[in-house]
């Protein structure tokens, strides 16, 4: 069964600081992994990453991905009261023909304060 | 573009009641999926289609949800009858193909 760790659940961080969220998986048939950031309930896509040791950018936040260790990092940068958010990691395996079964972990809580 | 519309925004309901949710995904969105997320988890899903037709509906609690995406478009989500375990959030999300999904607000499922 596919598995997705993200830690750590929560952190409370003050705006201008820098954070790195964690997420490690377990999965049969690597596709890609995806980062979204979920404010009250729509979760907004990030990135998606699919090759080792390639940073993924946009603006102050980075993500990275190592498919020998399993695990992936988020970066953000200069953190800002509107990076208060979930941050969700998914795998998402191969599978069906046109099945896209995406497993999400629990997410990291992100309070920043001013 | 008008993003992924879901009503209603929040539900309460008395266990054993029936609940339907609505979604209406992006224009020209082939692919529409229905996710449960239970407080302090992650979405899980529930349902995909493609068009109309069913892709994955595995973990699908069949003998109490159903869903249907009657032309390709518009999709309805049903509860009944409802446990207390059914309280959530019921994301819908739509994509043109491929991993990268456009989530609604979703519907808040509070079953008492």
């Known amino acids: 069964e596919d598995k997705v760790v993200q830690s750590p659940l929560s952190l409370v961080v003050h705006e201008g600081d820098t954070v790195t969220l964690n997420c490690s998986y377990e999965?049969?048939?690597?596709?890609?992994l995806l980062w979204y950031k979920q404010e009250k309930k729509a979760p907004t896509f990030l990135f998606m990453l699919?090759?080792?040791?390639i940073e993924k950018k946009s603006g102050r936040l980075s993500s990275i991905l190592d498919k020998k260790e399993l695990f992936s990092i988020l970066n953000i940068t200069a953190t800002q009261t509107g990076d208060s958010a979930v941050y969700l990691c998914?795998?998402?395996?191969?599978?069906?023909?046109?099945?896209?079964?995406?497993?999400f972990g629990k997410g990291t809580k992100l309070s920043v304060i001013p | 573009e008008a993003g992924v519309a879901q009503s209603p925004r929040y539900k309460i309901i008395e266990k054993r009641q029936s609940v339907a949710f609505w979604c209406n995904p992006i224009?020209?969105?082939?692919?529409l999926y229905w996710y449960q997320q239970i407080l302090g988890q992650g979405p899980k899903l529930l349902i995909q289609?493609?068009?109309?037709?069913?892709?994955?509906d595995s973990q699908l609690p069949k003998d109490r949800f159903s869903a249907e995406r009657l032309k390709g478009v518009d999709s309805t989500l049903k509860i009944q009858p409802a446990k207390l375990e059914d309280s959530a959030v019921y994301l819908c999300?739509?994509?043109?193909?491929?991993?990268?999904?456009?989530f609604g607000s979703g519907t808040q499922l509070s079953v008492l």
């Open positions: 289609f493609q068009n109309n037709g069913v892709v994955d």
């Open positions: 699919t090759s080792s040791g």
């Open positions: 998914a795998i998402l395996p191969y599978s069906g023909a046109g099945s896209y079964q995406l497993t």
């Open positions: 224009s020209g969105h082939a692919t």
């Open positions: 999965v049969t048939n690597f596709r890609s």
């Open positions: 999300a739509s994509s043109p193909g491929g991993e990268k999904l456009f």
